[in-house]
């Protein structure tokens, strides 16, 4: 759905890239080649009902509602990663109840058209990682000088631990941030036993 912006790259006669030129930076993968200890931090992390619900986990959004009542404010959406790919594609991004349920609508259409492995590659390419960096490919790129295909657990984790908010969760902006999310996620690998805890001092 919808159009991906992809840089026009620029080579020479000895086909050596010099330049690209774009609006958002991003490379594509196919589903295949995402490592999966990183769609294991993802989904441990984001959404761990992923493979089980139709786009909207609504247990998710029960405890969601409770927590931002008990907070006074909007601290958390609940939301899966169908109707995260939903706000991506289809909306302003703005935390209002109608988009939220705009989301709610486009999410389940999503998912009664496309696979999750679809839905997955499509998150994966297009999600915003800050610093002007769409997608999990171009900021491994970025952030670690590798293919997302070369990521060990803990790099995979410590990319998984920026999505839910870029501009604060950057390690150029706040890097002791960044680590304690990174250890979160890979918590979260310990928590639905993908991981060790032993394991996980090793990647940190």
């Known amino acids: 759905p919808g159009a991906v912006a992809i840089p026009s790259k620029v080579f020479d006669r000895n086909n050596k890239l010099i330049g690209a030129f774009y609006t958002e930076r991003r490379s594509l993968l196919n589903y295949e080649d995402f490592p999966k200890q990183l769609i294991d931090a993802l989904i441990a992390s984001e959404d761990r009902k992923f493979y089980e619900h139709h786009g909207v986990d609504y247990g998710g959004i029960f405890r969601a509602i409770v927590r931002n009542l008990l907070r006074f404010r909007f601290a958390q959406g609940g939301s899966t990663l169908t109707q995260q790919l939903a ?57 670690f000088n590798k293919s997302a295909r070369d990521l060990t657990q803990g790099e995979a984790a410590a990319l998984v631990g920026i999505i839910p908010n870029p501009k604060a969760f950057s390690p150029l902006t706040d890097l002791p941030r960044f680590l304690e999310r990174q250890n979160a996620v890979l918590m979260s690998l310990v928590t639905v036993q993908k991981m060790t805890e032993d394991k996980v001092k090793n990647e940190r």
């Open 87 to 143: 706000k991506v594609l289809f909306t302003n991004q703005e935390k209002t109840l109608d988009r939220k349920l705009f989301e709610f609508f486009c999410a389940r259409a999503i998912e009664s058209k496309y696979s999750k492995k679809e839905i997955l590659e499509m998150y994966l390419n297009l999600i915003y990682m800050g610093h002007g960096i769409y997608g999990l490919e171009t900021a491994s790129q970025y952030y």
